[in-house]
């Protein structure tokens, strides 16, 4: 099996990840609040790229409808704070538990992403805000399926059969990612920031059930999701026009599709830009204020993470519940 580079090129899946953005970048220029959920919807395929058959391009629609019900539910969840935290800490719970099960197959998914998603909902701030990203999310992921199709079909994914983690350290490890994501929405809402679940989204998104792959990568993760909400952030704070994001949203989604095979943590810097831009749609107030609001959130977030990963399994190991680390899913 040949390695794959640190950072892969394709011109190919950069000119499927360009006919991936046009709907975003058309919709960005007359609105960019219906613009940049669409961009979010076809993240999925983007990731993807074309290295696989037509029947595996169709998953894309299972995960953008995933990403658009988790916005969803954060939304309904955003106006009781209370309620929101508690909720995301037993859902981190609930999902790594459903996920030491190889026959869940939505489940990790649902780790890696849902989660992370249901924080972003709590930045929409109310349901009817977060059905309508919802629905543009979902439409797409949709879209970028059809596309998919005029495309030649690559050779099937081989994916190394994931092994079956026992209950109790995937348990431990929905601790670890429930309370890193519930420490940091209880820091937003109790600060009062505008985007409230921005920490407990970074977090989760940095945060992995691997603990030897967030060792040896997990910095690398860290910066790029780091990166991509600086770089979000920066976009924002110059207040564009609409037709400039609409650029933006296309270079993106070309380089993200382009770098899709790369080694290193290169997508998550592309992904987080545009869902954290689709959070700063509107924003009210002074750049320089909210700039370093979701910078510091950002870095909350991460910190929390990766302090999470070594204290949690550290206390499980201290009071005997086993090798809380080797044995999950990889």
Same mark, same amino acid.
Do not use: K
């Given at each position: 099996?040949?390695?794959?580079?640190?950072?892969?090129?394709?011109?190919?899946?950069?000119?499927?990840?360009?006919?991936?953005?046009?709907?975003?970048?058309?919709?960005? /220029?007359?609105?960019?609040?219906?613009?940049?959920?669409?961009?979010?919807?076809?993240?999925? *395929?983007?990731?993807?790229?074309?290295?696989?058959?037509?029947?595996?391009? *169709?998953?894309?629609?299972?995960?953008?409808?995933?990403?658009?019900?988790?916005?969803?539910?954060?939304? /309904?969840?955003?106006?009781?704070?209370?309620?929101?935290?508690?909720?995301?800490?037993?859902?981190?719970?609930?999902?790594?538990?459903?996920?030491?099960?190889?026959?869940?197959?939505?489940?990790?998914?649902?780790?890696?992403?849902?989660?992370?998603?249901?924080?972003?909902?709590?930045?929409?701030?109310?349901?009817?805000?977060?059905?309508?990203?919802?629905?543009?999310?979902?439409?797409?992921?949709?879209?970028?399926?059809?596309?998919?199709?005029?495309?030649? *079909? #690559?050779?099937?994914?081989?994916?190394?059969?994931?092994?079956?983690?026992?209950?109790?350290?995937?348990?431990?490890?929905?601790?670890?990612? #429930?309370?890193?994501?519930?420490? #940091?929405?209880?820091?937003?809402?109790?600060? #009062?920031?505008?985007?409230?679940?921005?920490?407990?989204?970074?977090?989760?998104? /940095?945060?992995?059930?691997?603990?030897?792959?967030?060792?040896?990568?997990?910095?690398?993760?860290?910066?790029?999701?780091?990166?991509?909400?600086?770089?979000?952030?920066?976009?924002?704070?110059?207040?564009?026009?609409?037709?400039?994001?609409?650029?933006?949203?296309?270079?993106?989604?070309?380089?993200?599709?382009?770098?899709?095979?790369?080694?290193?943590?290169?997508?998550?810097?592309?992904?987080?830009?545009?869902?954290?831009?689709?959070?700063?749609?509107?924003?009210?107030?002074?750049?320089?204020?909210?700039?370093?609001?979701? /910078?510091?959130?950002?870095?909350?977030?991460?910190?929390?993470a990766l302090a999470a990963a070594w204290l949690v399994p550290t206390v499980a190991r201290a009071v005997g519940v086993g090798e809380v680390n080797a044995d999950r899913g990889r």
């Amino acid at each position: 099996m040949t390695a794959r580079a640190p950072i892969a090129w394709s011109w190919r899946n950069a000119a499927y990840g360009a006919s991936l953005a046009l709907p975003a970048t058309i919709g960005t /220029v007359f609105d960019p609040s219906l613009g940049v959920p669409l961009a979010v919807g076809v993240l999925p *395929a983007a990731a993807l790229g074309l290295r696989s058959t037509r029947r595996e391009r *169709a998953m894309v629609v299972v995960v953008g409808a995933l990403a658009g019900f988790s916005i969803f539910l954060g939304a /309904v969840l955003a106006p009781c704070p209370v309620l929101a935290v508690v909720a995301l800490f037993g859902l981190c719970v609930v999902v790594a538990v459903m996920a030491s099960n190889p026959a869940r197959r939505l489940a990790p998914l649902a780790l890696v992403l849902g989660l992370p998603l249901v924080g972003a909902g709590f930045s929409e701030g109310s349901w009817d805000r977060g059905l309508a990203a919802a629905v543009l999310i979902v439409g797409g992921s949709a879209y970028a399926w059809l596309v998919s199709l005029l495309w030649p *079909a #690559g050779h099937a994914i081989t994916r190394t059969p994931r092994a079956a983690a026992s209950r109790t350290s995937m348990a431990v490890y929905g601790i670890q990612i #429930g309370l890193a994501g519930a420490i #940091g929405a209880a820091l937003g809402f109790a600060w #009062g920031a505008d985007h409230p679940g921005w920490a407990a989204t970074s977090a989760l998104l /940095v945060s992995r059930p691997d603990h030897r792959q967030l060792d040896a990568r997990g910095w690398g993760r860290a910066v790029s999701v780091t990166g991509g909400a600086i770089l979000a952030c920066g976009v924002a704070a110059v207040s564009p026009a609409a037709a400039v994001i609409a650029v933006v949203v296309l270079v993106i989604l070309a380089l993200a599709t382009g770098t899709s095979g790369s080694r290193w943590y290169v997508f998550p810097f592309f992904s987080t830009t545009i869902v954290l831009s689709m959070l700063l749609i509107g924003e009210t107030e002074p750049a320089v204020h909210w700039f370093l609001e979701r /910078v510091g959130l950002t870095l909350v977030g991460v910190a929390l993470a990766l302090a999470a990963a070594w204290l949690v399994p550290t206390v499980a190991r201290a009071v005997g519940v086993g090798e809380v680390n080797a044995d999950r899913g990889r």
